[in-house]
């Protein structure tokens, strides 16, 4: 894969990445209340998620995906009950201003991390976004298997990039705000992921694939 075509797919999934999705929410979110120390394990989280649907891309998962309508039901009404979860918990959490004493725990950055990881996996829009985005910016002629390691961890470093800049936007807010602005930011949260949760169920894969 030449730097031109690499350029290409940096900038293009760049664009798309930064849109509020569930995984930024989340970065914001944690950014917020729990510290960039949590928010990190939650990053951490997500880019698992990018290299695993990446990973399972390349092994013919996604075609699978778009093939099977019953697994990708299953997987699209999953995906939306663990949103609504989230927003759930989003909303009944928490919140203290950032003068409060604060000790992020070992088990919340665990939390951080296993909920961003499970709602890039549960999340069908993500495998068949990558299914019908990688084969795009892959050249049969050239090994296959080596260009989809590099546009996958590009794809994980783009959107730890990404998720950092909505998490320090979160941080800089607890540094202004009350702890009941906080609140309301979390809320306001839960009230996206729960839109998308109902946009996700609405969510029709393209009749051409």
Not at 122 to 139: D, M, T, V, Y
Not at 190 to 205: E, Q, S
């Amino acid at each position: 894969m030449d730097a031109s075509t690499l350029f290409l797919y940096i900038i293009t999934v760049s664009v798309v990445m930064m849109t509020p999705g569930p995984s930024m929410l989340l970065a914001l979110s944690n950014g917020a209340s729990k510290g960039m120390r949590v928010a990190s394990f939650g990053m951490a989280g997500a880019a698992l998620s990018d290299l695993i649907l990446i990973g399972a891309v390349g092994c013919g998962l996604g075609a699978l995906l778009q093939a099977s309508e019953q697994l990708f039901i299953l997987v699209k009404w999953v995906g939306a009950a663990y949103l609504l979860y989230l927003a759930w918990v989003l909303w009944h959490a928490p919140t203290r201003a950032l003068s409060e004493a604060y000790t992020p725990s070992a088990a919340t950055g665990r939390s951080a991390f296993l909920r961003a990881l499970l709602v890039g996996l549960s999340n069908p829009k993500g495998l068949l976004f990558f299914a019908a985005f990688l084969p795009q910016f892959i050249r049969p002629s050239e090994p296959v298997a080596q260009q989809y390691v590099l546009l996958a961890i590009t794809s994980a470093l783009v959107d730890c990039v990404m998720m950092s800049m909505y998490a320090f936007g979160g941080r800089l807010a607890m540094r202004r705000f009350s702890s009941q602005v906080m609140q309301w930011i979390n809320r306001s949260c839960a009230g996206m992921l729960a839109l998308l949760a109902l946009g996700l169920t609405l969510y029709r894969r393209n009749p051409s694939h």
